[in-house]
């Protein structure tokens, strides 16, 4: 998917993107690009586009998104010293880049736990995280 810019689905996705409609895309399959993008995309384009994408959140919704990453990075705080340091992050005043941390840690290390909050937990926006992602895409292909 984000190996071949002529791909339809990451067409669509960025479609989604452009016209505002990245609700309109089904959570497994926004969720299915979103794990694609981190395995496929360069590490740098992954960076950038989850920390904007934090960075647009209202603080409400960064909020809710932290504290859902932290109680699933608490579960396996003990077998990782980066997950417990990230768990430690207060959602209180997590910034959008420790949130971004957060989520890249999780689907990197723990991509069942990631799953769970990218689909069941809805504060994370995967609709418009899949979209963001697959426009970003697109344009560092020359698409």
Known sequence: MFNDPTDPATQ??????????????????????????????????????????????????LKAAAAAFQQKLQGVAGSSPEAAQLASIDPNTATPQQVAAMHRFSIKEHPELARDVL?????????ALAALAARHYLRSRGS
């Open 12 to 61: 669509a996705l960025a479609q989604h993107h452009d016209q505002g409609t990245h609700d309109q895309i089904p959570t497994d399959q926004a969720a299915a690009a979103v794990e694609a993008f981190h395995q496929q995309a360069d590490p740098a384009l992954v960076q950038q586009v989850t920390d904007q994408h934090y960075e647009s959140m209202t603080p409400d919704q």
């Open 119 to 127: 689909v069941g937990a809805g504060v994370v926006g995967v609709g």
